[in-house]
């Protein structure tokens, strides 16, 4: 064969397989309202960055009469493109290639660019789009998912990990995206659940659709699998992107940086908080009113909403943000924020990212629907994150910070570096009114008109003690600051830690209340 | 001026009472409810596949009262103290969820 013609025979060698599973597989696909996986690639990826490996691996299996099946690329396209130009690895499964299923060689593939990713320390994106295992090969298919699932255990921590659910994803499959570190779901796309609904009804008897199960709004709404949320493929791509200019390329760099900027929000910081402390405010805004360019990138923001994590930069460095939520359940701690709160620390741990708490919460849940759901070991998750975190760690203390709950977020007891607090913070172990209540009980009990006693007593504690002061006296907190000194103050402490180098007794490694 | 918000409610936290929004998890949740020792409830969602005890009738400690099966398991469920059976809630071949009322004993 000539040259010329076996590059024309490689050319249609390669357009063959890059028609996946073929014109009517692809018309299904798209009639479902989704986009192909040559496709997403190409919207996720710098144009033309992306270049594929592996296009002409074939399936092995016999039996079932596989062997005169032919698979392009067996349901899977693998490869290195870049972002804003930084390299990623990329797995983007097939839908169009027999349901997207996953045999031998489609893991194999997937395990060949993770330990490619993991080699070259550049962060990983899988998209996920798959009927599950492929039946036809067996215990084979069972063999690929837990080579996938060790790798992705391997590289946490070293590489940042996403996965893009696009489409179902069911049974074992769901666990490789729940061992990285955000996943993103599109309204009505995405389906992810252990079992489905008709094994739900055989079984159980109870009776759900797929949407109501495992849709992306639960998983962003209710489980708090879901990271991300999105509309359509084309914004989740775009929140990608966005997530990917916040992070660096692995625990060994720092992320990129970019020119400082003001933060767009005029008008005073104070100006955002009300004078009565029962009274509500979003945090965001106080978090917008510090970051540069006011652009702070919400992480989780319809799940465990009394809790607010995700990034921003100060002077142009990506910093992580965790924040009470003084207008959704009061801000209080519970199982699902203090999870949720303790994951986002130790991702921005892992990534040498500094991480600022914005204080202002009344405790702990009560309950005992939070008792019996363990808020003692999810409570202790948060407690386990901050201490055990040596990036640069920062509290601004608002308004309340009481009992455990001050403990918890990043106090100066828990390692913080940096610990200040509005003229407007109390920091005590509960409340003015509890606390009179108990210290003053009998004093209280004997007077001519308990009631005014009460009151009397509750305002001489909050006299005493509903201040930053008497911390600041112990030098628990370094500074009692204005609300407008705020960013000032953060990137002063930011400066400093720069090289900050934190001693941790060695270990193999520690062992959180998971 | 700080910003107004709408849909805020009273919400306690120990001793003070806050202006806030709610979840809906934290709405939806179920309130506690001490359990009581003469109702016999289901502790797996599954099918009544046989009744072995009438309306009226005086059981023993540890006798079986039905037979309940789920994820292709028979489960037993006995008599958990000397009794009498004041009323059967269910009937052979149903399907019932979780902590539903099977039988109340006396």
Redesign the interface.
């Given at each position: 064969m000539s040259l010329k013609k076996s590059i024309l025979d490689l050319r249609k060698r390669k357009k063959k397989v890059q028609q996946g599973g073929g014109e009517k597989a692809i018309e299904r696909q798209v009639s479902m309202g989704k986009l192909t996986a040559r496709e997403r690639i190409q919207a996720l990826c710098d144009k033309d960055s992306f270049i594929e490996y592996d296009l002409f691996v074939e399936h092995e299996a016999r039996g079932f009469g596989m062997e005169k099946k032919e698979l392009h690329g067996d349901g899977v396209i693998i490869g290195t493109g870049s972002i804003y130009g930084s390299p990623v690895c990329v797995f983007a499964q097939d839908f169009t290639v027999a349901g997207g299923s996953l045999g031998l060689m489609h893991a194999r593939k997937i395990t060949k660019i993770m330990d490619h990713a993991l080699k070259m320390r550049v962060p990983l994106i899988g998209i996920n789009d798959s009927g599950g295992a492929r039946i036809q090969e067996g215990v084979n298919s069972l063999a690929g998912y837990g080579e996938i699932f060790y790798r992705n255990t391997l590289a946490s921590g070293v590489i940042p990990q996403i996965s893009v659910i696009l489409g179902p994803c069911a049974g074992g499959a769901v666990y490789s995206p729940a061992l990285t570190d955000f996943v993103f779901v599109v309204d009505k796309i995405s389906k992810m659940f252990i079992t489905g609904p008709s094994v739900i009804k055989t079984v159980l008897g109870e009776d759900i659709s797929m949407e109501e199960l495992g849709g992306a709004r639960v998983h962003a709404e209710t489980t708090g699998n879901a990271h991300f949320f999105a509309e359509s493929e084309k914004e989740c791509f775009d929140q990608i992107k966005k997530l990917m200019s916040f992070i660096p390329w692995n625990n060994e760099t720092k992320s990129r940086t970019f020119p400082p900027k003001p933060p767009k929000v005029k008008g005073k910081i104070e100006s955002l908080i009300p004078s009565d402390p029962k009274q509500p405010y979003d945090i965001r805004d106080v978090i917008r009113a510090v970051v540069d360019s006011s652009d702070f990138f919400e992480i989780q923001e319809l799940w465990a909403a009394n809790i607010v994590i995700g990034f921003g930069r100060l002077n142009g460095e990506t910093v992580g943000f965790v924040a009470n939520q003084p207008l959704v359940l009061a801000g209080v701690l519970d199982v699902d924020s203090s999870d949720k709160a303790a994951r986002f620390i130790r991702f921005c741990d892992a990534f040498n990212i500094p991480i600022i708490t914005l204080e202002d919460m009344p405790g702990y849940l009560p309950g005992v629907d939070q008792e019996h759901a363990g808020v003692i070991r999810h409570g202790a998750k948060i407690l386990y994150a901050y201490s055990e975190a040596t990036v640069p760690k920062i509290t601004v203390i608002l308004r309340k910070a009481y009992g455990g709950g001050y403990i918890a977020m990043n106090s100066r007891h828990l390692g913080a570096d940096f610990m200040v607090a509005w003229p407007t913070a109390e920091i005590a172990v509960m409340g003015p009114e509890g606390a009179a209540n108990i210290i003053f009980k009998r004093e209280i009990e004997s007077a001519d008109n308990p009631e005014d006693m009460r009151k009397k007593k509750v305002q001489e504690y909050k006299d005493k003690f509903a201040n930053p002061y008497v911390a600041a006296a112990k030098g628990y907190i370094d500074a009692v600051i204005e609300p407008s000194e705020t960013r000032k103050l953060i990137l002063h402490a930011i400066e400093v830690s720069a090289s900050k180098e934190a001693m941790r007794p060695k270990k193999k490694h520690g062992i959180p209340p998971f | 001026?700080?910003?107004k918000?709408k849909d805020?409610v009273d919400?306690q936290?120990?001793?003070?009472?806050?202006?806030?929004?709610?979840?809906?998890?934290?709405e939806s949740?179920?309130?506690?409810e001490p359990p009581n020792p003469n109702q016999i409830l289901s502790y797996i969602?599954?099918?009544i596949v046989e009744i072995f005890v009438k309306k009226g009738s005086k059981v023993m400690e540890g006798t079986p009262l039905l037979i309940l099966e789920?994820?292709k398991m028979r489960n037993k469920i006995i008599m958990p103290f000397d009794g009498k059976i004041a009323s059967i809630h269910v009937t052979k071949g149903v399907?019932?969820?979780k902590n539903e009322l099977m039988i109340t004993i006396e």
């Amino acid at each position: 064969m000539s040259l010329k013609k076996s590059i024309l025979d490689l050319r249609k060698r390669k357009k063959k397989v890059q028609q996946g599973g073929g014109e009517k597989a692809i018309e299904r696909q798209v009639s479902m309202g989704k986009l192909t996986a040559r496709e997403r690639i190409q919207a996720l990826c710098d144009k033309d960055s992306f270049i594929e490996y592996d296009l002409f691996v074939e399936h092995e299996a016999r039996g079932f009469g596989m062997e005169k099946k032919e698979l392009h690329g067996d349901g899977v396209i693998i490869g290195t493109g870049s972002i804003y130009g930084s390299p990623v690895c990329v797995f983007a499964q097939d839908f169009t290639v027999a349901g997207g299923s996953l045999g031998l060689m489609h893991a194999r593939k997937i395990t060949k660019i993770m330990d490619h990713a993991l080699k070259m320390r550049v962060p990983l994106i899988g998209i996920n789009d798959s009927g599950g295992a492929r039946i036809q090969e067996g215990v084979n298919s069972l063999a690929g998912y837990g080579e996938i699932f060790y790798r992705n255990t391997l590289a946490s921590g070293v590489i940042p990990q996403i996965s893009v659910i696009l489409g179902p994803c069911a049974g074992g499959a769901v666990y490789s995206p729940a061992l990285t570190d955000f996943v993103f779901v599109v309204d009505k796309i995405s389906k992810m659940f252990i079992t489905g609904p008709s094994v739900i009804k055989t079984v159980l008897g109870e009776d759900i659709s797929m949407e109501e199960l495992g849709g992306a709004r639960v998983h962003a709404e209710t489980t708090g699998n879901a990271h991300f949320f999105a509309e359509s493929e084309k914004e989740c791509f775009d929140q990608i992107k966005k997530l990917m200019s916040f992070i660096p390329w692995n625990n060994e760099t720092k992320s990129r940086t970019f020119p400082p900027k003001p933060p767009k929000v005029k008008g005073k910081i104070e100006s955002l908080i009300p004078s009565d402390p029962k009274q509500p405010y979003d945090i965001r805004d106080v978090i917008r009113a510090v970051v540069d360019s006011s652009d702070f990138f919400e992480i989780q923001e319809l799940w465990a909403a009394n809790i607010v994590i995700g990034f921003g930069r100060l002077n142009g460095e990506t910093v992580g943000f965790v924040a009470n939520q003084p207008l959704v359940l009061a801000g209080v701690l519970d199982v699902d924020s203090s999870d949720k709160a303790a994951r986002f620390i130790r991702f921005c741990d892992a990534f040498n990212i500094p991480i600022i708490t914005l204080e202002d919460m009344p405790g702990y849940l009560p309950g005992v629907d939070q008792e019996h759901a363990g808020v003692i070991r999810h409570g202790a998750k948060i407690l386990y994150a901050y201490s055990e975190a040596t990036v640069p760690k920062i509290t601004v203390i608002l308004r309340k910070a009481y009992g455990g709950g001050y403990i918890a977020m990043n106090s100066r007891h828990l390692g913080a570096d940096f610990m200040v607090a509005w003229p407007t913070a109390e920091i005590a172990v509960m409340g003015p009114e509890g606390a009179a209540n108990i210290i003053f009980k009998r004093e209280i009990e004997s007077a001519d008109n308990p009631e005014d006693m009460r009151k009397k007593k509750v305002q001489e504690y909050k006299d005493k003690f509903a201040n930053p002061y008497v911390a600041a006296a112990k030098g628990y907190i370094d500074a009692v600051i204005e609300p407008s000194e705020t960013r000032k103050l953060i990137l002063h402490a930011i400066e400093v830690s720069a090289s900050k180098e934190a001693m941790r007794p060695k270990k193999k490694h520690g062992i959180p209340p998971f | 001026m700080a910003k107004k918000f709408k849909d805020l409610v009273d919400f306690q936290v120990l001793s003070l009472k806050y202006k806030t929004r709610l979840t809906k998890k934290f709405e939806s949740r179920k309130g506690y409810e001490p359990p009581n020792p003469n109702q016999i409830l289901s502790y797996i969602p599954g099918t009544i596949v046989e009744i072995f005890v009438k309306k009226g009738s005086k059981v023993m400690e540890g006798t079986p009262l039905l037979i309940l099966e789920a994820m292709k398991m028979r489960n037993k469920i006995i008599m958990p103290f000397d009794g009498k059976i004041a009323s059967i809630h269910v009937t052979k071949g149903v399907m019932i969820p979780k902590n539903e009322l099977m039988i109340t004993i006396e």
